[in-house]
């Protein structure tokens, strides 16, 4: 059965009904975050006045499977070492003198539950978020633990408040939850279903990825997060292979593309195969390397054919930039699988 993409799906009130629930969750991406961050005000504050009366920790450990947004934010920044670890347990060396963090949004993962357990044996400081009545809570009991309620199940809200806690006792970058939030805002804004394909950035994505297999790239640790992320929601929205990598690993791809020809017939076999498209996810990284990398794939998709496509950013903070770019790339993929339909 054929599937095919009808743009006016994305101005069609009954379509846009239909898709409601997925489209309101990410409009409710920055109320998310505000709500996480009332939520664990009053034990931020407690965990921030118990850091001050002990030394600064001989390392970080972000533990269980979102462990890997932490690393991302935290490994440029973190004045001690930081290790991510997302398997049920901790490294060997772990103890007294080290700091263990969680994500833990539904907290009902029994690997996240064990290696906090396993944190409170061993006496490390222990900061968890999680909801409060959760398995996760009831192993993070202890002396030198400290929760920090949630309620949204949101993992991006959840590392937030981790992420604010983390700033406040010097171990991480800025991560305001408010400037957070109003990033998400601004994209929930721009993107909203009410807006028409005109001025809608996130639909007209969603047309340029119709006849697509995207390759995703962001230049920065977050960018490149991001484009993961936003890469598997492209996969589950569509079916389609959107992959995302480092340049290097994208470079192949774009080069390996037929190079488009004007005189092609339009109806013969393989002429109406999916080609690659660059999506850039750019939050203003202005490395050298990241310059470099952008160049040599701009160049490469300029050769072959390959259109380009490019996703921006003016959030203030990196953790702001990353949940902007995140929620423009989840709008459209989103804005992708209403729009697509079987003959």
Not at 39 to 49: N, P, Q
Not at 108 to 130: L, M, P
Not at 171 to 191: F, T, W
Request: charged share 25%; net charge negative; with cysteine.
């Amino acid at each position: 059965m054929a599937t095919w993409f009808d743009e006016s799906r994305l101005d069609d009130a009954a379509a846009l009904e239909a898709g409601d629930g997925l489209l309101r969750a990410l409009a409710e991406s920055g109320a998310r975050v505000r709500l996480a961050a009332g939520d664990a005000a009053a034990a931020i504050e407690e965990a921030v006045g118990r850091a001050e009366g002990l030394a600064r920790p001989r390392a970080v450990i972000a533990a269980g499977p979102d462990s890997r947004l932490l690393r991302a934010v935290l490994e440029p920044w973190c004045p001690v070492p930081f290790v991510a670890w997302p398997g049920p347990a901790l490294p060997g060396w772990a103890g007294s003198l080290d700091l263990v963090v969680v994500l833990a949004p539904d907290g009902a993962d029994t690997g996240t539950a064990s290696a906090v357990a396993e944190a409170v044996r061993r006496g490390c400081q222990v900061v968890v978020a999680c909801p409060p009545a959760s398995m996760v809570a009831e192993h993070a009991a202890g002396r030198w633990s400290t929760i920090l309620p949630t309620s949204t199940r949101d993992q991006l809200a959840t590392a937030v408040i981790v992420l604010d806690y983390l700033e406040r006792v010097s171990l991480g970058p800025e991560a305001d939850a408010e400037q957070v939030a109003e990033a998400l805002d601004a994209v929930a804004i721009s993107c909203s279903p009410l807006r028409d394909l005109a001025v809608n950035p996130a639909k007209m994505l969603a047309i340029a990825l119709a006849d697509t297999n995207p390759v995703v790239w962001g230049g920065s640790v977050l960018a490149a997060r991001a484009a993961r992320r936003v890469a598997e929601s492209i996969r589950r929205a569509s079916g389609r292979t959107a992959l995302a990598g480092d340049a290097e690993h994208l470079l192949p791809v774009i080069e390996a593309t037929r190079t488009r020809d004007v005189f092609d017939d339009p109806f013969a076999d393989g002429a109406g195969e999916l080609r690659p498209m660059l999506l850039v996810l750019d939050d203003g990284a202005e490395d050298p390397v990241v310059r470099e990398q952008r160049g040599r794939l701009q160049a490469a998709a300029a050769g072959r054919g390959v259109r380009v496509e490019t996703v921006t950013t003016d959030a203030t903070t990196e953790v702001a930039r990353y949940a902007s770019l995140l929620l423009s790339g989840r709008y459209a993929a989103e804005y992708l699988r209403l729009g697509l339909v079987e003959d």
